[in-house]
């Protein structure tokens, strides 16, 4: 299955998951370009539309090693096991988790642009991405929405590996990918127009939905 763009990965992607619509939803784009996705399963869903941002921390002097993640709202995912094997010093870790959540308040400001964050807790959440290549920011994205309160987690995507599907199904409650290629390489390659998506776009996509649905989430 190959999707002109992320605009009509959305469209249908919004289709394949309009049975959610009547747990009235709250749909988490990952930036930068899973929000045009999200965009349009907001759309189709008739939901509210938000980011969800999530950093990954670092194992000090290998920093492509994740032994955790973070979210707002304090959230903090650690796989001890990494940060035992790692013997990292906990002084270099904390300063790695202090200039991620730096960055990450620096992502929120940025896109949101005054507005706090949609509230998740107790509501199903759906988490949209453009496609999964490892699966490691998925997956702290659905651990971060589960720690902030969600009651249900479902992540979806257009296009995704076999495998991924298989180990994602551990930390989201349903996985819905549209196409599961044996052959995947690349999310990019499943996309006629796969052009980088900029912060401006992912400003704009948020005030509109937030103009289409109604709910205003003003900053304090």
């Given at each position: 299955?190959?999707?002109?763009?992320?605009?009509?990965?959305?469209?249908?992607?919004?289709?394949?998951?309009?049975?959610?619509?009547?747990?009235?939803?709250?749909?988490?784009?990952?930036?930068?370009?899973?929000?045009?996705?999200?965009?349009?399963?907001?759309?189709?869903?008739?939901?509210?539309?938000?980011?969800?941002?999530?950093?990954?921390?670092?194992?000090?002097?290998?920093?492509?090693?994740?032994?955790?993640?973070?979210?707002?709202?304090?959230?903090?995912?650690?796989?001890?096991?990494?940060?035992?094997?790692?013997?990292?010093?906990?002084?270099?870790?904390?300063?790695?988790?202090?200039?991620?959540?730096?960055?990450?308040?620096?992502?929120?400001?940025?896109?949101r642009q005054g507005r706090s964050r949609v509230p998740v807790e107790?509501?199903?959440?759906?988490?949209?991405?453009?496609?999964?290549?490892?699966?490691?920011?998925?997956?702290?994205?659905?651990?971060?929405?589960?720690?902030?309160?969600?009651?249900?987690?479902?992540?979806?995507?257009?296009?995704?590996?076999?495998?991924?599907?298989?180990?994602?199904?551990?930390?989201?409650?349903?996985?819905?990918?549209?196409?599961?290629?044996?052959?995947?390489a690349a999310v990019g390659e499943w996309y006629e127009d796969f052009?980088?998506?900029?912060?401006?776009?992912?400003?704009?996509?948020?005030?509109?939905?937030?103009?289409?649905?109604?709910?205003?989430?003003?900053?304090?």
């Amino acid at each position: 299955m190959i999707f002109t763009d992320r605009v009509d990965a959305g469209q249908r992607l919004g289709e394949a998951l309009r049975p959610l619509a009547d747990a009235e939803p709250v749909v988490l784009g990952l930036p930068r370009g899973g929000v045009p996705v999200a965009f349009e399963v907001a759309r189709t869903l008739r939901a509210p539309l938000d980011v969800i941002i999530v950093r990954k921390l670092g194992v000090p002097f290998h920093r492509e090693l994740g032994f955790g993640a973070i979210g707002e709202g304090d959230v903090r995912v650690v796989h001890e096991a990494i940060v035992r094997m790692s013997r990292a010093d906990q002084e270099d870790l904390a300063e790695v988790e202090r200039t991620e959540r730096e960055e990450l308040a620096r992502k929120a400001r940025r896109f949101r642009q005054g507005r706090s964050r949609v509230p998740v807790e107790g509501r199903t959440v759906i988490v949209v991405d453009d496609g999964i290549a490892t699966g490691a920011t998925a997956q702290a994205a659905c651990r971060v929405a589960r720690a902030q309160g969600a009651a249900r987690v479902v992540l979806a995507v257009p296009v995704a590996p076999p495998d991924a599907v298989t180990t994602l199904r551990e930390d989201a409650d349903e996985v819905v990918a549209l196409s599961t290629p044996s052959d995947f390489a690349a999310v990019g390659e499943w996309y006629e127009d796969f052009s980088q998506t900029a912060d401006e776009e992912v400003v704009d996509l948020l005030s509109r939905s937030t103009g289409e649905t109604g709910e205003a989430h003003p900053g304090r």
